[in-house]
């Protein structure tokens, strides 16, 4: 499969950036976002393909192990370098250092108050945050820990960040090498090392780092553990994942359970008696069952959807976007599910236009531009990945918790909010990889011609509607 594969695609990136910031700068003009930001995405766009392609050359032909030790080098030092500067970057422009948004302030605040609670010996974090969701408590145990164990710093936090970053590129490596081949485990622990986002994340103070963390680990788990057999140490291991997800976002939880459900009842690959993947089956059924039913989690379960859907017109995403000029773009008000599910196979759209807001509002609107165009680009490849049954069949897991999540956020309309997406971008970049390295046939090489200006036509349309959001025309 090796052979197929011409890694010099990944640097087909860069010129749909450039090419769409021309084509923005003259019909947008003064509108578009200032020279430096544009540089700057260029710098990192540039990292990320040039960085993915040149250290797959490089690191393709070594053996398992010494893959793994300089997987592991890139990651530690390439992410404490971003921390680093990010860290220094927010405190300049901010005046803290993190990313300026309400759940930034809420884990860092909320972690604090745990932490001084655990060093009175109080333990009790359903009763320090009464009014809070369980799918709250995960992130602000996780920082409340960090503060206790090694002092109130957000540095170290994340150091803490990237240790479990890294641990999960690892970890993906192992499971990809397992159900598919070793080139695509490397292409895919590569790009998940250089893509943009998971190198920002480890530093502005948000739950997504021990989240994916979590999905990785569980998915090793059942992926390598269970193809072994039942044994009590994983089962366990199993329940206490499961629990902990349902304390970093409901419908996750739910969608990892009837995941597990697949893969048992369909996977060849597991040792497990028939017998027992229909028991294993039959109880978490139930408990997903008993959950939905009796727990408080179903309200917030229910929050996804009333947010698609909206009991009433006063709650409907339609009346919201209408009413909420600027907040949201008003193109996702005319799109029904199908069309979601494509904006969220693509999404996130870079925002260039120079919106003049709240300074801080920026940054955190143009922070993600070039992980809009890194996503984008790798979004063909994922259908090319996805599309391909034989994949589909041996990685029941992967693919129902992926589908799921894309329904999901379909379903919910957030399809275009990326960081509702980041626990399942390791498997997207999975995909993606298989994608990059199948067989180039006719149809991939028209798509490769078409794509990019398909892709760029998007954008440019996207960013006309951000002149009626920010009323700019």
Same mark, same amino acid.
């Given at each position: 499969m090796q052979n197929n594969f011409s890694s010099k695609i990944l640097l087909l990136g860069i010129p749909i950036y450039i090419i769409t910031i021309l084509i923005g700068y003259s019909i947008f003009g003064s509108n578009i976002m200032p020279f430096p930001w544009i540089l700057w995405h260029f710098l990192v766009l540039l990292f990320f393909f040039g960085?993915?392609?040149?250290?797959?050359?490089?690191?393709?032909? =070594?053996?398992?192990?010494?893959?793994?030790?300089?997987?592991?080098?890139?990651?530690?030092?390439?992410?404490?370098?971003?921390?680093?500067?990010?860290?220094f970057y927010f405190k300049s422009e901010i005046g803290?250092?993190? =990313?300026?948004?309400?759940?930034?302030?809420?884990?860092?605040?909320?972690?604090?108050?745990?932490?001084?609670?655990?060093?009175?010996?109080?333990?009790?974090?359903?009763?320090?945050?009464?009014?809070?969701?369980?799918?709250?408590?995960?992130?602000?145990?996780?920082?409340?820990?960090?503060?206790?164990?090694?002092?109130?710093?957000v540095f170290i936090a994340g150091i803490i960040n990237i240790l479990f970053m890294t641990s999960a590129i690892i970890l993906t490596f192992k499971i990809i090498t397992q159900i598919h081949s070793e080139p695509v485990a490397k292409l895919t622990a590569i790009i998940m090392s250089f893509i943009p986002i998971l190198n920002l994340y480890v530093g502005v103070h948000l739950k997504e780092i021990i989240f994916i963390w979590l999905i990785v680990k569980g998915s090793h788990l059942?992926?390598?553990?269970?193809?072994?057999? =039942?044994?009590?140490?994983?089962?366990?291991?199993?329940?206490?994942?499961?629990?902990?997800l349902f304390s970093f976002r409901t419908v996750i939880a739910f969608a990892f359970i009837l995941s597990v459900i697949t893969y048992f009842v369909f996977s060849e690959n597991t040792k497990i008696r028939l017998a027992y993947k229909i028991l294993t089956s039959a109880f978490l059924l139930l408990s997903f069952g008993f959950i939905v039913t009796y727990s408080s989690i179903n309200k917030e379960t229910n929050k996804y959807y009333s947010k698609g859907t909206g009991?009433?017109?006063?709650?409907?995403?339609?009346?919201?976007?209408?009413k909420e000029r600027g907040k949201h773009s008003i193109t996702t008000s005319f799109l029904g599910i199908p069309e979601q599910i494509a904006i969220c196979t693509i999404s996130p759209f870079p925002t260039l236009i120079n919106y003049k807001g709240d300074h801080e509002e920026i940054i955190g609107i143009r922070i993600l531009i070039a992980?809009?165009?890194?996503?984008?680009?790798?979004?063909?490849?994922?259908?090319?990945?996805?599309?391909?049954?034989?994949?589909?069949?041996?990685?029941?897991?992967?693919?129902?918790?992926?589908?799921?999540?894309?329904?999901?956020?379909?379903?919910?309309?957030?399809?275009?909010?990326?960081r509702f997406f980041l626990p399942t971008l390791p498997f997207f970049i999975y995909f993606s990889a298989?994608?990059?390295?199948?067989?180039?046939?006719?149809?991939?090489?028209?798509? =490769?011609?078409?794509?990019?200006?398909?892709?760029?036509?998007?954008?440019l349309f996207f960013n006309y509607t951000k002149l009626l959001d920010y009323n700019l025309i």
């Open positions: 960085g993915s392609y040149y250290t797959f050359n490089i690191l393709k032909s =070594l053996s398992h192990k010494s893959f793994i030790k300089y997987l592991f080098l890139i990651n530690i030092i390439l992410k404490l370098i971003i921390l680093t500067l990010t860290y803290i250092p993190m =990313l300026s948004h309400k759940d930034p302030f809420f884990y860092h605040d909320a972690g604090l108050k745990i932490a001084q609670e655990f060093r009175h010996l109080n333990f009790n974090v359903v009763a320090m945050f009464p009014n809070s969701d369980f799918s709250d408590l995960g992130g602000i145990v996780y920082y409340g820990l960090i503060y206790f164990i090694f002092g109130n710093s059942i992926i390598s553990g269970f193809s072994k057999g =039942l044994k009590f140490q994983n089962i366990l291991s199993l329940i206490l994942i499961i629990f902990s009991n009433n017109a006063n709650s409907s995403i339609i009346y919201t976007l209408n992980d809009a165009f890194a996503k984008g680009f790798l979004s063909l490849f994922f259908v090319f990945g996805i599309v391909n049954w034989k994949e589909l069949k041996r990685n029941f897991f992967i693919t129902t918790f992926l589908i799921i999540n894309i329904a999901i956020l379909s379903i919910s309309g957030l399809t275009a909010n990326y298989v994608g990059l390295m199948s067989k180039k046939t006719t149809v991939k090489k028209v798509l =490769l011609f078409f794509y990019p200006m398909i892709l760029i036509v998007i954008y």
